[in-house]
């Protein structure tokens, strides 16, 4: 499915109503176009939540801020294209930061796993998802504050999924701060949050895509591939071969801006192959 129709499917199931994409000023390599930062704001209301500031620029901090108070400000996780800005949009609005990790917290307690986060016309769910760092978090979108839902009825609008899901291509585990071991666990627990579905994908990077399980689906199918190639790897290489000289065997079509990256996702795989459970 092609962008344009992905946000098509999206804007029709709800979520575009509540979250409004900023995209900040830094793309690259590791950052694609740039970096959703995402304003959460029910019709009518006054104030926004804004998840992931992102980079210190005035310019992009001044759009975010500039659609109503903020109440507060979310984290999906610690890398710096997602809290750089955190410091500077604090002084600016004088909103809380909450994070999973407290370093990243100001004026406010650390996210619990399983929270319920009500504010701005909206309701949010807690999700600890680790993999991709140790901290990250996703958001599960619910709805309008005291919206009526059938009984039994939980599944979200939307999932704001940082980093662990992106809007085209897969993310890295950057070991050894993330794990592929919580990071596959993160996904089926994701995988069954959009079942049934469909359940929006509001990624930290890319184009918002229309299927949560779908694309858990597809990431897992992804790092079973993966897995099997370094399996193969190491039968070819031997079992002591290097990061580097698995990297270059399984990764062999790399761009050398992404190497380090590559790199980070191969101590992970191989981590998680060379490790007890």
């Known amino acids: ?9 999206v ?3 709800g979520p575009s109503r509540l979250a409004r994409a900023v995209l900040a000023p830094n793309a690259g390599p590791m950052t694609l176009d740039g970096t959703n930062s995402y304003v959460l704001q029910a019709p009518g209301a006054r104030s926004t939540i804004v998840v992931d ?11 975010l801020a500039g659609a109503g ?10 890398h710096a294209d997602h809290t750089e800005g955190i410091d500077a949009f604090a002084r600016l609005t004088g909103a809380p930061v909450r994070a999973i990790d407290p370093v990243f917290c100001r004026g406010a307690a650390p996210l619990a796993d399983g929270e319920r986060i009500v504010g701005a016309g909206v309701e949010l769910e807690v999700l600890a998802t680790p ?29 704001l999924t940082g980093d662990t899901i992106l809007g085209r291509g897969t993310t890295i585990i950057a070991d050894p701060d993330g794990a592929l071991g919580p990071y596959l666990d993160s996904l089926e627990r994701l995988r069954a949050l959009g079942t049934p579905g469909p359940v929006a994908v509001l990624p930290g990077h890319g184009p918002a895509l229309s299927d949560l399980a779908a694309i858990c689906d597809a990431y897992l199918a992804h790092r079973a591939e993966r897995l099997d190639q370094v399996r193969a790897a190491l039968a070819r290489l031997g079992a002591d071969a290097t990061v580097g000289e698995v990297t270059d065997l399984v990764y062999a079509d790399t761009d050398a801006s992404v190497r380090g990256a590559a790199e980070a996702s191969m101590r992970a795989q191989l981590r998680y192959l060379r490790e007890p459970a």
């Open 1 to 9: 499915m092609d962008d344009a129709a992905a946000q098509e499917r």
């Open 11 to 13: 804007d029709a199931a």
């Open 53 to 63: 500031p992102g980079p210190a620029d005035a310019g992009h901090l001044e759009l």
């Open 69 to 78: 108070e903020v109440e507060l400000v979310l984290i999906t996780h610690h």
């Open 131 to 159: 993999g991709h760092t140790a901290d990250s978090a996703c958001f599960a979108l619910l709805g309008e504050t005291g919206e009526p839902r059938e009984d039994g009825d939980r599944s979200p609008l939307a999932v």
